[in-house]
């Protein structure tokens, strides 16, 4: 059974680091890409950064880039996101998903439960 | 950016009937676009992918359609179970989704 796990999220002041972790189990890891998404209270979803499935490609959407660093340890089955210089914005639950090609797209299939980040002072 | 937009913001329908959700691309993406249900307090559920294809488990009531700029999402007959928040997606440029279509039981 697929297991995504983030943690890692909680209470922070504007301005101030954080970063999550989420623990993959129940498939390969190194052999899928994986993804961030957040969803900000009451809102609707938001994709944040992904990345390859042996690190070396990466992406960012334009809120986040240059504050945010997508990053993963294939021997350990773990996906991160370093964020910096957090903004009230930034506040929402945060997804880790893996991606699929089950057609001739990438889509978001395996999703954690999310781990909620607040950005206030 | 591809902007997605999607109408209605609110579905509200009694169980058995048909509803229509649409998904507007402010760019062509193709068929490369998805759809996604989430149930409150959950994480979303892929239902759709490259326009028209049902993911694996996903009933055969789901149905999508559409290609280019203009996407819709069928569901043929409402369940209780069917009460959720729908999202469209698009993979042609990066990922974006859509501001989602609240579907209730009137």
């Known amino acids: 059974e697929v297991q995504l796990l983030e943690s890692g999220g909680g209470l922070v002041q504007p301005g101030e680091p954080l970063r999550l972790s989420c623990a993959a189990s129940g498939f390969t890891f190194s052999s899928y890409a994986m993804s961030w998404v957040r969803q900000a209270p009451g809102k609707g979803l938001e994709w944040v950064s992904s990345?390859?499935?042996?690190?070396?490609?990466?992406y960012y959407a334009e809120s986040v880039k240059g504050r945010v660093t997508i990053s993963r340890d294939n021997s350990k089955n773990m996906l991160y996101l370093q964020m910096n210089r957090l903004r009230a914005e930034d506040t929402g639950v945060y997804y880790c998903?893996?991606?699929?090609?089950?057609?001739?797209?990438?889509?978001?299939?395996?999703w954690g439960q999310g781990t909620l980040v607040s950005v206030s002072s | 950016e591809n902007v997605l937009t999607q109408s209605p913001a609110t579905l509200s329908l009694s169980a058995g009937e048909r509803a229509t959700l649409s998904c507007r691309a402010s760019?062509?993406?193709?068929?490369?676009l998805a759809w996604y249900q989430q149930k409150p307090g959950q994480a979303p559920r892929l239902l759709i992918y490259d326009a028209s294809n049902r993911a694996t488990g996903i009933p055969a009531r789901f149905t999508g359609g559409g290609s280019g700029t203009d996407f819709t999402l069928t569901i043929s007959s409402l369940e209780a179970e069917d009460v959720a928040v729908y999202f469209c997606q698009q993979r042609n440029n990066l990922w974006t989704f859509g501001q989602g279509t609240k579907v209730e039981l009137k």
């Open positions: 760019q062509s993406v193709g068929t490369s």
């Open positions: 998903a893996n991606l699929i090609t089950p057609g001739h797209s990438m889509y978001f299939h395996h």
């Open positions: 990345i390859g499935g042996y690190g070396s490609d990466t």
